[in-house]
């Protein structure tokens, strides 16, 4: 019998992952879908192939896995419905407004014991994993600092017109948890376990409790040293964007994208090299295991489900990064002094 998939959310992130499930070519079933909003959730099942459902537990009841794809103070409650009743859960990111509640979530999943994963999708990245490996090539010699700039237009307009990211009480804050939680997350992957941040935090479109604009310095477990700096501006013709420098003892490298881009890089015992090469041809054969560069996470995701788990990456990971977001936030409401990052 197929896997039955259901959708508890029909908005713009919902619509990604139906649309990725379909190019993964995933053998599923589409089942219920349920969005607050009945004309929303009509159109996604009308392009989709779901059923429109009349509840959260309707879904749940008809499905094997279903995806979390709400405002965000909803997540708990409805990852906590569908992991008791043993059904698979996507996720999407943030988990929760806070790392205390995403770690209630991780309980939640844990305790149940189902397949859970959640849409930390750069870490299949074809050009984050064409950073990382320069990272750890024996020739850079080690990292020694990383500048990580991501921009992007203010998500409550254009093509996102996410109403409820201009509303703390069901995004929790703004650009740092909502969006660049995805940079958190690489970061840590990439460098390893942030030990000390400290952090500035602004309101420039003057929406309480919103900040658009985030400044974090990192101090890596590794003695590397990092910033962050995260924007929500005005620029309607930049949806998202990511910039990343880093420089290692014996070698410097530079990304700009996100899931394809261009990846430049040099080593100090050579005559230097760049290459704007497409970043999974450069990496093909280099990777092994879950996450590989340019791997589909919804077609993993399903893949997963059916194997039994272990999904990735999972709330447990989340966590990690939620942690660090949360130890900024300390940071930045005593005027940026520097705090430990909780284990």
Not at 51 to 71: F, H, L, N, Q
Not at 84 to 101: H, I, M, Q, S
Request: proline residues 5%; negative net charge; glycine residues 10%.
């Amino acid at each position: 019998m197929d896997l039955r998939v259901g959708f508890l959310g029909a908005g713009l992130i919902a619509t990604y992952h139906s649309k990725s499930l379909r190019r993964s070519g995933a053998d599923v079933a589409r089942a219920g879908v349920f969005d607050p909003d009945p004309e929303r959730a009509a159109a996604f099942a009308a392009v989709s192939g779901h059923t429109v459902a009349r509840s959260p537990e309707e879904v749940i009841e008809g499905c094997d896995a279903v995806y979390v794809c709400t405002w965000t103070s909803e997540h708990p409650r409805l990852v906590k419905m569908a992991a008791e009743a043993g059904r698979a859960v996507f996720c999407e990111k943030p988990l929760g407004v806070d790392a205390a509640t995403a770690a209630e979530m991780n309980d939640v999943v844990e305790r149940a014991g189902v397949v859970n994963q959640v849409g930390l999708i750069l870490r299949r990245s074809p050009v984050f994993h064409m950073l990382r490996s320069l990272v750890h090539d024996p020739r850079s010699g080690g990292p020694l600092a990383v500048v990580f700039r991501d921009d992007q237009y203010l998500p409550t307009r254009g093509a996102y017109g996410s109403t409820w990211r201009g509303d703390s009480d069901r995004a929790g804050s703004g650009v740092l948890l909502e969006h660049s939680i995805h940079d958190v997350d690489l970061l840590e992957w990439i460098f390893g376990p942030v030990r000390r941040v400290s952090a500035s935090m602004a309101e420039n479109h003057a929406i309480d409790g919103i900040e658009d604009v985030a400044v974090a310095t990192l101090e890596f477990a590794d003695g590397t040293r990092g910033s962050l700096i995260s924007v929500w501006h005005d620029l309607m013709s930049r949806p998202s964007n990511r910039q990343v420098e880093v420089f290692c003892r014996t070698s410097r490298a530079q990304l700009t994208g996100e899931w394809l881009g261009e990846v430049e890089w040099e080593f100090a015992d050579s005559a230097g090299r760049t290459d704007h090469t497409a970043a999974e041809e450069m990496l093909a054969g280099t990777w092994r295991g879950p996450g590989g560069p340019g791997e589909n996470p919804d077609g993993a995701f399903v893949a997963a489900v059916r194997a039994g788990g272990p999904a990735y990456p999972d709330f447990g990971v989340a966590l990690r990064a939620h942690r660090v977001v949360e130890a900024c936030y300390r940071s930045a409401a005593t005027g940026g002094e520097s705090v430990e990052v909780a284990p």
